[in-house]
């Protein structure tokens, strides 16, 4: 039985697909993969289904036919696995900023080491970023040391998308429930695992900013993540998480 799954939400991304759903594949461990794609104008869903001749059975794609935001793909693609027999799940972008030869570690830190969700971390161990400008450096690590200290999480990549959840994690979350749908919602699936006492770990890895393809990163994105987090905590305090 094959017991892992990829998650990949894409819009946009003709130039990086292919490329990194080989990538995956490629791996000495076997890993299916889940494209969860928005209706991509540019063509990424098809490109995608012509792929799934050459990898039958271990890939798949999801279509929605509305961009709703990062957090409603992977909620719809958790879903999906959930539906299977997956016992890992992974989130990982499209555009090789999270690197595939880090899938092992992620894997290994759940499955041997014995974490229930593992944490691809840009700063457990100093700042591992590569090709960002230095305010977008000091912007992120910023917001994981303010999210740190709001939520009192001990995590230090809080924001972080590259993520291994053991399946037990994802269906004692209510999904349904879950308020983010941009990058905070990273933030709150981490605090809602971190709630239920869930073993969590962070596995150093280099993030390396795209080279192919556009950032979807928007300031309305980045306001929901600096004030949502507040309303986060607040709620947990008062039992309503």
Known sequence: MQDAIVIIPTFNEIENIEAIIRAVFAQEKMFHILVVDDNSPDGTGAKVKALQEEFAEKLFILERQHKTGLGTAYIDGFKWCLNRDYLYIFEMDADFSHDPNDLIKLYNACHIDGADMSIGS???????????????????????????????????????????????????????????????????????????????????????DRKKGKSKLSGGIISEAIFGVVTMKFKSLIGKE
């Open 122 to 208: 840009r700063y457990v161990k100093g700042v591992n970023v590569v090709n960002w400008p230095m305010s977008r450096v000091l912007m992120s690590y910023g917001a994981s040391k303010y999210v740190r200290f709001i939520t009192r999480m001990p995590i230090c990549d809080t924001t972080a998308g590259y993520v291994c959840y053991k399946r037990q994690v994802l269906e004692s979350i209510n999904l349904n429930t879950i308020k983010f749908v941009g990058y905070a919602f990273q933030i709150e699936m981490k605090f809602k695992a971190y709630l239920k006492k869930f073993k969590i770990a962070e596995v150093p890895v280099i993030f390396t």
